[in-house]
């Protein structure tokens, strides 16, 4: 399997779940990033992890948490979130790390989620 | 803080007919200038990227332009297909000790058979 992917495609969940969305690249790449795309809005950076070390996080609220094991994965567990949270998340990678966003960005195919 | 805006919002033409996107941002001080492809529901692609020190980038029937003094860039498709339909976003990245690549809302193109 090449590229990025992300896990699940589609969630559905309760304010008071706890769920994570996955994403695994393998691309060889060093850094590793979350944004967040909701109707008619640009895309929101969430986070941006360089060598497993977080080096951004875009005032998000800790209801988000993300995590990154190794450089290959990158988690996003989620609790007690509201209505407004559903949004397609995507997950990306590019090849240069150091908490600089430059070079080209890989996309995955996102995670649809739905906060009931 | 960098702005980044895409005219137009939506766009439909007839197959065949060749075809500009316009993106402008107000920091013209930009380090690359990038633009994707969304299908619906689905993540972006990446389709050209043009580093500042170039004035355009070419792939197949794309061809994409930078203007860094008047803060713009075009996206320039030839012979448009229907299977070109999709959502086209442009984002750059700028800033100075902290990057930040910066997204606009994207131009949604139709192109009818």
């Known amino acids: 399997e090449t590229g990025v992917t992300q896990t699940p495609r589609h969630l559905v969940m309760g304010m008071t779940n706890k769920k994570s969305l996955k994403c695994e690249q393998h691309l060889g790449h060093n850094a590793m990033y979350w944004y967040k795309q909701s109707a008619k809005k640009p895309l929101e950076l969430m986070f941006v992890y360089s060598l497993e070390e977080r080096v951004e996080n875009n005032s998000v609220p800790s209801r988000f948490s993300p995590e990154c094991p190794n450089s290959s994965h990158l988690f996003l567990h989620l609790h007690t979130l509201q209505p407004e949270d559903s949004a397609l998340y995507l997950c990306?990678?590019?090849?240069?790390?150091?908490?600089?966003?430059?070079?080209?960005?890989?996309f995955g195919e996102g995670s649809r989620l739905t906060v009931l | 803080k960098q702005e980044v805006t895409q005219i137009p919002a939506a766009l439909s033409v007839p197959e065949g007919e060749n075809l500009v996107l316009n993106c402008s941002f107000t920091?013209?001080?930009?380090?690359?200038l990038q633009w994707f492809r969304q299908d619906p529901g689905k993540g972006l692609t990446s389709l050209l990227l043009i580093q500042s020190s170039q004035r355009e980038q070419t792939s197949g029937r794309l061809n994409a332009s930078l203007d860094k003094s008047s803060g713009r860039s075009t996206l320039y498709i030839a012979a448009s297909q229907p299977g070109d339909s999709a959502t086209y976003l442009c984002?750059?990245?700028?800033?100075?000790?902290?990057?930040?690549?910066?997204f606009g809302k994207g131009t949604l193109l139709t192109v009818n058979p």
């Open positions: 984002a750059s990245l700028s800033g100075g000790s902290n990057y930040k690549l910066t």
């Open positions: 920091d013209s001080a930009i380090y690359n």
């Open positions: 990306a990678s590019s090849p240069t790390g150091t908490g600089l966003l430059t070079g080209e960005l890989f």
